[in-house]
Every structure is written in C-alpha cells, then in structure tokens.
C-alpha cells in the first residue's frame, strides 16, 4: 500500500495558529518587532548601519491599520517562500537566513501568523541586501498567498502592512503601551508615528542599567508591580549564567507569588509574567526582573522550557538571595531581622535544602515560646536545654505546666520548625535540643510525698476503675498553676486507635470491615490524665468520697481533653452532656 501525505486545511491550521497558539491577540505586535529585530541583527553580520524599526499608526474615517518597517537584512523570493509559505519547515531552512540562529529572538515564519489575530490580510514588502529586487507577499485568512515583484522600489528591508479587522481593540495609547512592554527594552531604536504625526522613540533602559540608587529602583518596582517593597537587589550574570536583572524582597510573604513573580525578558524582549519555573520554590518572597540571553522558548514565546539552562538560572537566583542575605548580616542586620521574621517558614524551607545556609542563619531564626516570640539566641540564652514540641495542640496543653515552673519551651508545630530545630541540633552542640510532648513534660511535674501517695492508693485505685471505659490511667502529681486541675496526654498511636475504634463503633458493616482490613487488630494505647493534686478540686476528690466521684472525676478527663484540643469521641461526648445535665438539674433544685 502506498503511503499518502496529509491532507491539511490550512485556513484552519492557520485560525488554530491565530486563536490558540497565542494568549492575547496583542502578542502580534511583538512577533513582527522580533522579526524585525532578527533582521537587523543578520543585517549586521553583513555590514555596518544605522538600524531602525519604524511602526506607524494610522486611523481614519475609512479604516485603522499598522505598518512595521526595519532596515533589516530582508528577504529574497527563494526566503520568501521559505520562511512565508512553509508552516513546518526544516530548520534547515531556517539557515539560510543567517549562520548562528540562536541569537535571534523569534522564528520569523510562525511568528508573522499572529497578525491573523488582528487582519484578514498580511501584505509584505521586502528587499533583500543580496538582491536589488522589490518583491511583495500577500497572505490571506483563508490560508491562501501570493508572491510578485512589487511596483513601488523598497530600500534593504522589510515593511508589514497589516489593516486591522472591524472592531479590533487597538488605539495609539494601547499600540504605544504595548510596543513599550513588550519590546520597550530592545537595543535598537524603535519609532512610532501616528497619523502622520511627529515620530517619538520608544525605548527606555532596564532599571539596574541606569545606575540608579536603591531608594530609586524601589520606587521603580513599586511602579513596576503596583505595590511596595522591603529591599531590594541587583542580580549580576557569572560565566556560568549570563542572566541579569533585579531581586525585590516583599514586605510579606506571598505564597502565590511564584506564579505571577515578576517579569521575564530574553534578549531583552519581554516573555512572561510567569516565573516559577525558574525560581527555586522556597522563594515565596520576592518578585524579580530577568533578562537572559539563554533560555528555550515555546513555539509562542510565550513560556519557556524548563531545560538545563533554566535550573541553571534557577540556582543562579537562589545563591544571590543567599548571598544578600549573607551580605545584610554583615551591614545591616536588622534589615536581616525583618526579613527573616516577614519570611521565616520560606527561609526555613530553604535552610533545610542547603546546609551551609542553615549554619549561617539558624542564630537568627525566630520561634513561638511559651515565653513568646523569640530568636533563637535569646532561647539559648534563657533555656539550659532547648525543649521543642512539634504539635501546636500538645504544645498549648504544655505552656501553663511549663510556665508554672518557670520552664521555657519552643512552638515546633508550624511549617518546617521541627525539622529545622532537628537539624540544628546536629550542627549547634552549644544546648541540648530535646522534642517533647505533654507525656515527657508529665514526668518533669513533681511527685507528691511518698507517704501521702500510700495513703492515696487505695483511693486512686476507686477513681480509676471509672475511667477504664475511656481506656485512660490516672496520675497524681503536683505541679503549678494551681488552678490547672487536670492535663491530658495521647500519643499519635493512642489517637490513632480511638479514630479506629470511633469508625468501628459508628459506621456501617461495610466500613467497619474495610477498616479492620486495613488496620487489622491494633494494639490498644492507653491514654493518661494527670490529676494536680495542688488544686483544690483535686484535693478533695482524692481525700474525700462521694457519690458524685464519677460525674466528677469524667468531667476533669472531657475538661482536660478540651483545654487540649483532643477531639471527643461519641462516649466522651455523651459523658459530658450527661454530667453537664446531672449538675445543671442539682443547681436548679437548690
């Protein structure tokens, strides 16, 4: 069987180009300002000039339309038809057109298809250095073209005519907005004249290349990006990667920030607001401004490719905002300190990333307390040993016990502290750093007397047997604040088991199953309540009988449970609305 080519519908190919491949229909504007750019650039291989790229606006009673004019090195009937009229061509081809294509910004045949967007027609006007003909390109929505000499003698160059489609959003205001964002920073002077009026160049330097102040390229990033800033810094290229640009630091970390992180240029033609392929994904804090010379882009230009050269890039930004940081140590280090208290979880992630960051920085790492927010200097300088809990619950039920002695503890609970504080402690053999959790903090509460505690026993072992059922062992000790009657302590295997044992109970047979396949028998965990005997209740409880011991003795363990987030389960539930039911009928009888 013989094999048959495609059959291609190319007005549809074309309108898929047109509408798809392209986000906003402005992007033509810079498709044919890179043409014209890769133009002048090949030009120049050839011989020395002026360059120039010159579009004019025009907008009458009868019709609105764009020209593009560079004195480029243009095109000869032969590239005509390889770069216009061949949608998929070799590269090869593409050759031609000069020897060393990676320094050219576009790929001039697809790029020109953008004009569609705006047009119904593309009339292109070329005169080749090497030729010393004139000749005229005509492509039409519908996916035809045709190619002739022209009438009109044409200087070396290229010039585009494009009469913009009924009803097409394009002012002088928002052509000169557009040609200035997207090619404002092109090293080559871009002209712009509307209705015959006075031509005005629109170019303008990058902020970094005025030798401007900080107060004043702060200013800029605020205009830039509409919003203010803490500091900011200059990022210079190395051998290694040639991009260069600045670095803004917010004043707040902004965890959406990687998506829409500053501005993208490569050769100096901006690409995309998207940015965070090539950050590293700690950085939440910064916004930046890029230009590159080396980066893959996308058949739009619109996005790059995340390849070698963007992690390159990515590690190129990532050492210079470590490498400022090192620098505000240095020379200011309370601009240090407000950074990393804005930025703390984001600088932790990225300490626990890179080891010789986190040696630097670690002294000044901020963390909740039970003494409220503090360096980790000043913890040092407070604690013997520094004692962490790594959940916020167990850390609440903790901080009155730890107060109430006079001991220090570290919130761990949030984002990356306790795997940060895990690593310091193998770097930092100045203190002990020691994880705890209510249970460990138990056995820090003091014991009462031997003799007291014998004559308890008996007693202890009563008011156990009424708290069998919610699988939970009293203990008895002594400790301050006084008006703490009772501490509730379960492990991650003790919640686990109750959540087990909760979905058994309640749900149905079917998930009743799935969950004894899934978990099997689990060993049960007993939980522990530590009954302060300084309190007053406590006291009386433990010295005196009654008949409310259990209603009493229930309601400390759901009290203490509660003041530690633990969640109740159906029987504890049910337990506290009967007790709180039975105390509020006996108030009432009274």
């Known amino acids: 069987m013989n094999s048959q080519p495609f059959q291609v519908e190319l007005s549809g190919i074309i309108k898929i180009l047109s509408d798809h491949l392209y986000s906003r229909d402005e992007v033509f504007i810079r498709e044919l300002i890179q043409n014209a750019a890769d133009a002048i650039l090949a030009r120049k291989r050839q011989e020395e000039f002026e360059p120039e790229v010159l579009i004019e606006y025009f907008d009458n009673d009868e019709s609105a ?9 243009g095109l000869t009937e032969s590239q005509i038809t390889e770069f216009l009229a061949r949608i998929g061509s070799s590269s090869k081809s593409a050759d031609k057109y000069g020897e060393l294509r990676s320094d050219f910004i576009g790929q001039f045949g697809i790029g020109i298809l953008s004009c569609f967007m705006v047009s119904d027609e593309i009339t292109l006007l070329t005169r080749s250095a090497n030729g010393s003909e004139t000749f005229r390109w005509t492509g039409y929505i519908n996916g035809t073209y045709k190619v002739e000499k022209a009438t009109e003698s044409l200087t070396t160059g290229t010039k ?3 009469k913009l489609r009924k009803g097409t959003d394009i002012s002088e205001n928002k052509l000169r907005h557009n040609i200035s964002h997207y090619a404002g920073h092109i090293d080559l002077p871009i002209l712009l004249e509307a209705n015959g009026g006075e031509a005005r160049q629109i170019n303008q330097l990058f902020p970094w290349e005025a030798n401007e102040g900080n107060h004043l390229l702060l200013t800029k990033g605020y205009e830039i990006f509409d919003q203010s800033f ?12 040639p991009a260069e640009g600045l670095v803004y630091i917010l004043p707040f970390t902004d965890h959406l920030s990687n998506q829409s992180a500053g501005r993208l240029y490569v050769k100096r033609m901006f690409i995309t607001e998207k940015c965070g392929d090539f950050l590293p994904d700690w950085a939440f804090f910064v916004k930046v401004i890029i230009n590159t010379n080396d980066l893959g882009l996308n058949a739009s230009r619109e996005s790059i490719y995340p390849d070698d050269r963007c992690d390159l890039l ?9 490498q400022y940081l090192r620098e505000l140590a240095s020379k200011t280090p309370k601009a240090l300190r407000q950074i990393i208290a804005s930025h703390s979880a984001a600088l932790k992630k990225m300490a626990l990333s890179d080891p010789d960051f986190l040696q630097f920085v670690y002294q000044w790492f901020t963390f909740p307390t039970s003494h409220g927010q503090m360096t980790l200097e000043e913890i040092k300088e407070q604690a013997t040993s520094v004692y962490y809990v790594s959940d916020i619950d167990e850390f609440r039920q903790v901080v009155p016990v730890a107060m109430g002695n006079n001991q220090l503890v570290v919130n761990a609970g949030y984002l990356h502290d306790a795997a940060v504080l895990q690593r310091i402690a193998k770097i930092d053999r100045s203190k002990n750093y020691i994880e705890a959790d209510a249970a460990f903090f138990g056995n820090f509460l003091e014991e009462i007397p031997l003799d007291e505690y014998e004559a308890f026993k008996s007693r202890l072992t009563a008011l156990q047997a009424h708290l069998d059922k919610f699988n939970c062992r009293i203990a008895l000790k002594q400790f301050d604040p006084e008006n703490i009657p009772a501490i509730y302590h379960a492990n991650m295997d003790t919640q686990l088991a109750r959540d087990i044992d909760e979905i058994s109970a309640t749900a149905n047979s079917d998930w009743a199953a799935i969950t004894e396949n899934v978990f099997g028998n689990m060993e049960s965990h007993s939980s522990t309540i530590y009954l302060n005997y300084n309190n007053r209740i406590v006291k009386s409880l433990i010295k005196n009988s009654s008949n409310f011991d259990r209603p009493v003795v229930e309601t400390l363990l759901t009290n203490a449970m509660l003041m530690g987030h633990y969640p109740l389960n159906f029987l504890e539930l049910e337990t506290m609305n009967h007790n709180l039911n039975q105390l509020a009928t006996l108030a009432l009888s009274q």
């Open 65 to 73: 339309g764009i020209v593009v004019s560079d004195n480029g090195i």
């Open 160 to 162: 585009v005519v494009l």
């Open 230 to 241: 803490s500091n900011c810094f200059v990022l210079k290229p190395t051998e290694i990667c």
């Open 314 to 322: 990515k590690e190129h930004i990532g050492n210079a905002i470590k």
